[in-house]
């Protein structure tokens, strides 16, 4: 089985959705983020048209490297390669993660989107996927094509039972997120949270301090 690829070790994994942005353009949030300590960006922006997204993720690429945090696009494979990103991220009804892996080569993180026990375990047994995203664990309306939530009780199952990185997601908010980390999250991803924040620095840190806090930090 091949060895995984190194899943950046952090406590806040942020996704981009300018529809939330209060107007600013997603090379300003990314910026932000950046700024605020973010080290790894996933870019999603599914109703771009494919030149818009191509640009923006070169700007991003060269902002995430003079970081040195991780860059991920979602969903698209074709993208990723052109940009040469860190990364992509794919979920249950898009290419099956070994495809995505012929496509992509050994270099390139995959992470793959469960919403089940089973979904975790098949995952893990491929040995094709880095890590995977846990979720929803709470109700959201950031994606047209929302899971229903699957609740903390996923979460407690993939933190007892396996050893692969994961990110929690789904509805998570400053006002639950103790709540996700006392279930066994290491790294949470909030979306509108922080995209939608008037001050991102300002947000990302009341968040850390609460994971922190929780951690007993």
């Known amino acids: 089985m091949r060895q995984?690829?190194?899943f950046p070790d952090s406590d806040i994994y942020c996704i981009t959705a300018s529809k939330f942005s209060l107007g600013r353009s997603n090379l300003v949030i990314v910026r932000q983020m950046l700024e605020a300590g973010i080290k790894i960006i996933q870019y999603r922006e599914k109703d771009f048209p494919m030149r818009q997204k191509y640009q923006e993720c070169l700007a991003i690429r060269d902002l995430t490297a003079r970081y040195n945090a991780c860059f991920i696009i979602n969903d698209d494979v074709h993208l990723a390669l052109a940009v040469e990103s860190d990364g992509?991220?794919?979920?249950?009804?898009?290419?099956?993660?070994?495809?995505?892996?012929?496509?992509?080569?050994?270099?390139?993180?995959?992470?793959?989107?469960?919403?089940?026990?089973?979904?975790?375990?098949?995952?893990?047994?491929?040995?094709?996927?880095?890590?995977?995203?846990?979720?929803?664990?709470?109700?959201?309306?950031?994606?047209?094509?929302?899971?229903?939530?699957?609740?903390?009780g996923y979460l407690d199952y993939v933190a007892s039972h396996h050893r692969i990185p994961f990110v929690a997601i789904g509805g998570i908010k400053e006002n639950n997120v103790a709540a996700v980390i006392r279930h066994g999250a290491i790294c949470v991803c909030l979306v509108t949270e922080i995209v939608g924040a008037p001050d991102i620095p300002a947000r990302i840190q009341a968040i850390r301090k609460q994971i922190r806090s929780t951690r007993g930090l």
Do not use: C, N, W
Not at 110 to 138: F, M
């Open 4 to 6: 995984p690829l190194y």
């Open 88 to 152: 992509v991220h794919v979920g249950q009804d898009d290419l099956p993660v070994e495809k995505v892996r012929e496509l992509v080569g050994d270099k390139m993180l995959i992470g793959l989107s469960t919403h089940a026990p089973e979904q975790a375990d098949e995952a893990v047994k491929s040995g094709v996927a880095d890590y995977i995203g846990v979720g929803p664990l709470y109700k959201t309306f950031t994606k047209k094509d929302v899971q229903p939530p699957v609740g903390l």
